[in-house]
Structure formats: structure tokens, C-alpha cells
T-cell receptor
Framework: NAGVTQTPKFRILKIGQSMTLQCTQD?????MYWYRQDPGMGLKLIYY???????DKGEVPNGYNVSRSTTEDFPLRLELAAPSQTSVYFC????????????FGPGTRLTVT | GQQVMQIPQYQHVQEGEDFTTYCNSS?????IQWYKQRPGGHPVFLIQ?????EVKKQKRLTFQFGEAKKNSSLHITATQTTDVGTYFC??????????FGKGTRLSVIA
């Protein structure tokens, strides 16, 4: 099993550009999450999904969109990138509600200039 | 909303010294999880605590969950250079998503 995979590993965007961060898991997990990690700020939840077709906002959803058409994939869309979205983005998945450990992908380092 | 606070933010220790990080929640937690993130890496799950007063050990690591289920600690005995990284606690109430603390970055001086 590859676990949770994310692409790309690195990306530089210009202000106003858009992009999609890809996340795929092969563990048949129902729950998937997107976090952003800023230096010294821990992990902040952007969006999460409890199953295909169901998504919900986390703590910091503004400027982002998600979709969940399959169990395996949970892409994160950035529209009109802003410097404040410069961060490391982690995708994670687990079997169920928060009582189960989360498996994290390797992350995408995004810079918006 | 729920907040999870973690202290200290940084800790520098000599190899062989002990290390402790503390986690406090503004609300009673259903469970608490601990993760480790190596420099440049991603968070990796260490353990989960669910019972009031629970204590779990993993080799040199000891995890505690407070009696009121609002605080937790991670203690490392005789640190090694392999312990370097950031340790995060994360908790939730009911079925709400996990809330992560800001983490404690541990440096170990050989």
C-alpha cells in the first residue's frame, strides 16, 4: 500500500493563479482531511470529508474548495491564490470519526508570490 | 470553538536529559492523540488516550491523560538524537474533527 499520496511536492504560484492539490489514499478510508501548516502554528483544518459526495468546512476554509467524487481522491482547489496561502498542505485520512488515528501524506509546499 | 494549547513551544535538551510537553484543552475531550513530525516530514501517529487518568508507555515515552480529560502530557526519558522533531497533541469532543495544538519542537544536543 502506498498510503496517502500527494502531488505536487512543491509549487510556486503567482498571485491570482489557481491550482489543484491532489490527494489519493489506497486504504479504503471513508474520512479524509486537508490541513495547512504554517511555521510554529500547528495544523489547521481546511476541509474534511466523511465519505464520497460529502464535504464540510474546517477552521480555515476561505479561499479553498474541495470535492469528493470517489473514496480514494480528495482534491483541494485554490482559486485566486494569495500570499496568505503560502504554507505546507497536508492531506490525511482515517477509518472513521476522530477516535481513529490519521494517516498523513508527505505534504505539498506551496509558495504564492 | 475548542482550543488545544501546548507548552512549551520549543525545548532544547542535552542528550540523555528528560523532556516533557504539556497539552491543555478548553473543553473536556473524548480522546487525545499524539503525533510526531520529524523535520521536513509529515505527522506520524504515536498513540491515543481515551480514559480518564490513563497512562500508556512506549519504550522511553510515557503518555498521560488527566483525570478531568482536559489535559495530557508526553514525557521522554533519556532523550536521544532520534527523538528530534515536533510533538503535537490533538483532541476532540464527540465526533467533531481533531483540533491540533501548535506543537513542541524538541532539539537534542549530542
Amino acid at each position: 500500500n502506498a498510503g496517502v499520496t500527494q502531488t505536487p511536492k512543491f509549487r510556486i504560484l503567482k498571485i491570482g493563479q489557481s491550482m489543484t492539490l491532489q490527494c489519493t489514499q489506497d486504504m479504503n478510508h471513508n474520512y479524509m482531511y486537508w490541513y495547512r501548516q504554517d511555521p510554529g502554528m500547528g495544523l489547521k483544518l481546511i476541509y474534511y470529508s466523511v465519505g464520497a459526495g460529502i464535504t464540510d468546512k474546517g477552521e480555515v476554509p476561505n479561499g479553498y474548495n474541495v470535492s469528493r467524487s470517489t473514496t480514494e481522491d480528495f482534491p483541494l482547489r485554490l482559486e485566486l491564490a494569495a500570499p496568505s496561502q503560502t504554507s505546507v498542505y497536508f492531506c490525511a485520512s482515517n477509518k472513521g470519526p476522530s477516535a481513529y488515528e490519521q494517516y498523513f501524506g508527505p505534504g505539498t509546499r506551496l509558495t504564492v508570490t | 470553538g475548542q482550543q488545544v494549547m501546548q507548552i512549551p513551544q520549543y525545548q532544547h535538551v542535552q542528550e540523555g536529559e528528560d523532556f516533557t510537553t504539556y497539552c491543555n484543552s478548553s473543553t473536556t475531550l473524548s480522546n487525545i492523540q499524539w503525533y510526531k513530525q520529524r523535520p521536513g516530514g509529515h505527522p506520524v501517529f504515536l498513540i491515543q488516550l481515551v480514559k480518564s487518568g490513563e497512562v500508556k508507555k512506549q519504550k522511553r515515552l510515557t503518555f498521560q491523560f488527566g483525570e478531568a480529560k482536559k489535559n495530557s502530557s508526553l514525557h521522554i526519558t533519556a532523550t536521544q538524537t532520534t527523538d528530534v522533531g515536533t510533538y503535537f497533541c490533538a483532541g476532540n469532543s464527540g465526533n467533531t474533527p481533531l483540533v491540533f495544538g501548535k506543537g513542541t519542537r524538541l532539539s537534542v544536543i549530542a
